[in-house]
DNA sequence: CGACCTTTTGATTGGCGTCAAAATCTGTGG
DNA sequence: CCACAGATTTTGACGCCAATCAAAAGGTCG
């Protein structure tokens, strides 16, 4: 549905793209870019909330996410959702050998992405090596980090799995430098406590009961979407996947 | 330290492997697979219980999985195990973007398979973009396996998982039409309730009761390595993801 | 400022972990 | 072919973590 030709400049485009080192083309050098611009069909900004990919839906795009926070994951027939992952900017979405999304996407930020038609990418992967051999890498890591996370939440209880997701998102963002220069503030924190809950499988009532012990422990500190970690060695120590003996 | 060349009549030798349609070199024509057979380091057999791939050790070369079944997983620091997944002849295990294995892999029955020098599966990748094509679906499929194995365990009471399980891998098995030819004989299984514990992240006692209860019911007919689903209907309609509706 | 959404708090219930020990199976050697 | 040691599975008692139901309180945004 989003799979048309639109006419942007490609060459000086891509070239200057602020995720391009982070992302699958990172590896190309100026002029492999510009010849990679072309693909690119379509810039949009998406607002908060929105739904980039639909469960169900064809599958026939791919994203490049330049700004901006998502969600990936799935609902349940009970109404129940399970979020699968957090998506950064620079993160390539949507590729796919089946027919059909098994998945959504949704912004939970205001996002600016690019969309790439899927045979293109396709055209891509074939014609520039480099570019598969970076995606077979991408997702090499993508399934170490599903490994981790099974890890991470899997056998836990619910204040190791928590206190793992805030330091994993945490740490993240910091790479990101997303978060705020001005150390006395809270820092940018895409999930609420429901998300979390749906990332970690338990309700969302235990979260807000594991989270305000972390704040009376002075662990962390949060408000809304804003959170800063307090004290980091005693919530790593927590969370270390080697669950802490018991 | 598998890594040392040995000399196999590659040419012949990949053209007939039985496994090769399915594996990642299953796209390759007769003249292609000629080519590649001569990065075959080794064929080699590894008797059941036996770790081909250390967590911890430096990662050197791929697998080609032959015969037999293994599991992949990680030790935690109290001696608790968690397996990610369990692998079927014709996959490709082991390849690697980081310096070590961060996984081990087992055999859990006699196992035989190929082994490819990194080295040579990066340049494989490279000349061949066929290769890299299926490799990128193939770790596609890999991390939706990976996100349907947090539907299936995730968030759901034991009954649940293992009947997620055990459908899961009886249905696997019966693809590779591993399984007995004769009806009334039980089929083989490769995992024990202890690999079953470990992979869903709850106790072997409590396997041990959910499995005598699915036995009471008449769902299921096991015992040692082998097991037959009794009523396949019932048995699925406990592990559907959507959790059965309370 | 009011409607809605998110978070908090309390009381109760049940699934699964834990500890412990018995029973059964496996396959190896005499 | 039988016996025995070790591995695997079974069974029971008990306690705790998190789900569930319910309702109030606080925050956000139009």
């Known amino acids: 549905m989003i799979c048309k030709k639109s006419n942007i400049d490609g060459a000086i485009y891509c070239a200057k793209c602020v995720i ?12 492999e870019i510009a010849k990679i611009s072309k693909y690119i069909e379509r810039k949009s900004n998406y607002p908060k909330g929105e739904y980039l990919i639909k469960e169900g839906e064809k599958a026939c ?27 950064f900017p620079g993160e390539f979405v949507g590729f ?18 690019c969309v790439i038609d899927d045979l293109s990418v396709k055209e891509l992967l074939k014609n520039h090596n480099n570019v598969a051999l970076r995606l077979i890498n991408t997702l090499i890591s ?12 899997g056998r836990k209880t619910a204040q190791e799995a928590l206190a793992y997701l805030i330091m ?18 809270l820092y940018f924190f895409p999930l609420n406590q429901e998300d979390m809950a749906d990332v970690l499988g338990i ?15 002075g662990l962390i500190e949060c408000r809304h979407k804003k959170l800063k970690v307090l004290n980091e060695d005693k919530l790593a120590s927590i969370a270390a996947y080697p669950p802490a003996p018991k």
């Open 20 to 31: 391009r080192k982070k992302s699958i083309f990172g590896s190309l050098k100026d002029d």
């Open 142 to 153: 993508n399934s170490s980090s599903y490994q981790q996370y099974f890890l991470g939440f």
């Open 61 to 87: 795009y791919s994203l490049c996410i330049k700004s901006g926070y998502l969600i990936l994951g799935t609902y349940l027939e009970d109404g129940s959702r399970q979020i699968f992952k957090v998506i």
């Open 203 to 217: 309700t969302k009532v235990h979260v807000s009961r594991v989270i305000s012990q972390f704040k009376k422990e």
């Open 96 to 113: 796919n050998n089946s027919d059909d999304y098994s998945y959504f996407v949704q912004a939970i930020t205001d996002v600016d992405a």
């Open 168 to 185: 994993d998102l945490s740490t993240r963002l910091k790479e990101q430098a997303t978060c705020s220069k001005n150390k006395d503030e």
